[in-house]
Structure formats: structure tokens, C-alpha cells
């Protein structure tokens, strides 16, 4: 199954995109970190590029799916340049994420937990990645962005 993320604009410290896959069958909005040295360095979006999605499971993660490609690496790779572990995983605002990709339902501005101001996040995170790894797990497929 493929998968396409486009990147439709920038707000703040975060970087908003939609992610559809190429059944039509799901479509939803993505939050990353801002584009940072190319996408190259830790803690910023994804670099463009093609990617396999892989499962992956870590004790802070136990099971979600991460991108393997050209720049990343599903595993850390000592001194290789190399980034690794971008997953998708919940999560509403820019400070979830230090360079995976949170999908969400909408895009809006939400308040964080203790925090007073609004800030533009995405919304129904929690069912929309659910939704998401469900479908990667029922494919049959290889599957790749």
C-alpha cells in the first residue's frame, strides 16, 4: 500500500500536512517538527523522500510503525548520519514530538494542559494513529510514503 504525506504549510514550531493512502480509503492531517538542515538533523520533519514502513516496537512505543529510507533508519545506527526512529504516534501539539509524525483527524487550535494560550495542534489523535496502524497491520502489502 502506498502512502503520500504532502506538506501543506508551517505555523509556529510545527509543520502541517495531510497523509492519504493510495486505496482512498484513509486520509488524515499530520503534525511534524519545521523542516530543519534539510530534514538531516534530529527533531525535524521527515526529509522528502521515499520510504517502507516497518513495525516497530520500543518500551515507550510498544507498537506503531516507523519509516526506513534513504536518511532514516528504524534502528539507531552508531555514527552513521543517519536518523532513526521516525514513527507515527498520537499527539496533539509541536511539543509531542521530537521528529516523528503525530496524525490527527483536523487541524485547530486546542489548549495544551496547563497551559493558557491556544496553540494550533491536530485533533482525535489518539483514534485517528489507531486507525492508522490498524489498517498497516490488516495490510497484506508492502507499504510505503
Known amino acids: ?38 530534514g538531516l538533523i534530529e527533531h525535524s520533519c521527515v526529509p522528502a523522500g521515499d520510504y517502507e514502513l516497518v513495525r516497530y516496537s520500543s518500551p515507550k512505543y510498544k507498537h506503531t510503525w516507523a519509516l526506513v529510507g534513504r536518511y532514516v533508519s528504524a534502528l539507531k545506527e552508531p555514527q552513521t548520519g543517519v536518523r532513526f526512529g521516525i514513527l507515527f504516534h498520537s499527539g496533539n501539539w509541536a511539543r509531542d514530538t521530537e521528529g516523528c509524525i503525530l496524525p490527527g483527524a483536523g487541524i485547530a487550535p486546542m489548549r495544551p494542559p ?10 482525535d489523535s489518539v483514534r485517528t494513529t489507531g486507525r492508522l496502524i490498524a489498517l498497516l497491520d490488516a495490510s497484506r502489502e508492502r507499504n510505503y510514503l
Do not use: I, K
Open 1 to 38: 500500500m502506498n502512502f503520500t504525506l504532502d506538506r501543506l504549510f508551517e505555523y509556529d514550531a510545527a509543520t502541517f500536512g495531510r497523509l492519504r493512502n493510495s486505496d482512498g480509503d484513509f486520509d488524515c492531517m499530520t503534525l511534524e517538527p519545521l523542516l530543519l538542515d534539510g
Open 114 to 123: 496547563l497551559e493558557e494560550e491556544l496553540e494550533l495542534a491536530v485533533t
